[in-house]
């Protein structure tokens, strides 16, 4: 939750709704937005009576960030086709007079009911926790939401600010039949996450030691705890604990406006979560994606056994040009995650639903890039497109040499790496371009050597990516350890007219980049790969295709159950 500055019901809020204009180069095709005015954070996403939920946080009266926040709620039955419903939480009593602000749901077993916690901002401008439960849990769309009569069921404990007590995980269940949940906090410029315990889910006690801490960060917000298999990239329910899991705890710290991860041990004897390093503030420390990507939620899907993530994808232009198009805000396409094989990162890739959107294909097979090569992907709609390419690998003996203590990943990418000769790379693709590639957007590897290994930067350089110039174009990049032997490296690019989502070497790194082309719009725009490195590279295997529009409607238009 992003913040600048008798049981009752959720509903009672007669919302503005603005119409959207029609011109819209920028508004996506299948990614999750809004129909109309602000989003941000993904709060609650569950699988409930063979329905996906997914709400989130939304101004419902103007395309900018609001003072009193609603859940906007929308439902699926494949996590790409919507169906946009009321809102299920507004802004009603004295614990959320100042909006109902994010958090998240936990099914209940045995009575299979899901559970959300969510933070209001009371009449006192106070965070707190406050509980909602379905008004009739037999209906699979859970259209109404009732509050707690014990609300607010946790306030700010000592040692933690009033107003940076926020953002409550889903709960799970230790052996001892206990739930535990954690709430994102602040005390000073120290960032906490705290643990609370209760064993009815009404009735909290905050543990003393803080779950986790971060000297000279400020705030965590969104904290998400889940447990990842260590031998499967099957996922598991958020209560799971034994020897075949570890667990992950994910940060967004506001200052960074960036997601961070934390794969650790966890006692839940003495309630103690032992990352295995500690936050650094440095290129080192575990991002889940290296764009524009925060305030992201998990949940576990036991229809397929997989844990999904979702993530808030903010604009990068101004808020007048919000207001012009009357909404602002996408949410990434879900992504399922896994641990890797090493056992040191998390690996994340797109749901495989969104291939049910793939339409015209092209395939290019053994074409060799020279140094200083380009080739159009043509054939299929390059604003709207899913792209795979594997590239061989020369030799990686002949890698340039790199002092990593003397680089930034970030700064490298920010000085338009894509264009520079490197022997390997820079090499990957042009996405959104123009004709003429005056305008585009480079995502691509390059190979470096340094004392003892081999490694690869991956950036995406979105310095070209538009001719205006009152755009955010920060680039973003980060370097990873490739296996000397190493032969391929993968790269595949989701493109929505003003997103692309970038997963690099079979999801092990992800970035994530808005763009606002002024020529590469619709039917002008271009796909192309490339070669900037010296040394040659084979596309071993190149599959892109045509994205269908994934279909979002208004309950109003279905028969209602």
Known sequence: MEISGEVASSHNLNSTMYKVPQKQP??????????????????????????????????????????KMVWAHSVSYDLINWIHLDHAIEPSEQFDFNGCWSGSATIIPGKEKPVILYTGIDDKKHQVQNIAMPKNPSDPFLREWVKHPQNPVMTPPSGVEVDNFRDPSTAWQGKDGKWRVVIGAQNGDEGKVVLYQSEDFANWTVELKPFFASDNTGVCECPDFFPVSINSTNGVDTSVQNQSVRHVL????????????????????DGNFTPDVKFTGTSLDL?????????????????????????????????????????????????????????NRLMQWPIEEIETLRDKHISIVGEKLVGGSILEISGITASQA????????????????????????????????????????PFGLLALASEDQTEHTAIFFRIYKTSNRYVCFMCSDQSRSSLRQDLDK????????????QKT????????RSIIESFGEKGRICITSRVYPSLAIDKDAHLYVFNNGRQSVVISELNAWSMKHAEFGQEESIHKQ
């Open 489 to 496: 490296i993968s790269l595949r690019s989701l493109i929505d």
């Open 386 to 425: 899913d792209v795979e390419v594997l590239f061989e690998l020369p030799e990686l003996e002949n890698a340039e040499w790199l002092e990593e203590s003397e680089v930034d990943p970030r700064v490298l990418c920010s000085e338009e790496y894509a264009s520079r000769s490197g022997i390997i790379g």
């Open 26 to 67: 920028y508004r996506t095709w299948y990614h999750f937005q809004p129909p109309q005015c602000w989003m941000n954070d993904p709060n609650a996403p569950m699988y409930y009576k063979g329905v996906y939920h997914f709400f989130y946080q939304h101004n419902p009266h103007a395309a900018t960030f609001g003072e």
């Open 287 to 343: 991002r889940l994606d290296y764009g524009k990507f925060y305030a992201s939620k998990s949940f576990f899907d036991h229809a397929k056994s997989r844990r999904i993530l979702w993530g808030w994808v903010e604009e990068c232009d101004t808020s007048h040009d919000d207001i012009e198009k009357g909404w602002a805000g996408l949410q990434c396409i879900p992504r399922q995650v896994w641990l890797d094989e090493s056992g």
């Open 474 to 485: 920060t680039t973003d990049g980060t370097i990873f350890d490739i296996d000397p032997n």
């Open 250 to 269: 994910k940060i967004s710290y506001l200052r960074l406006h960036q997601d961070y991860y934390f794969l650790g041990k966890y006692a839940n004897e």
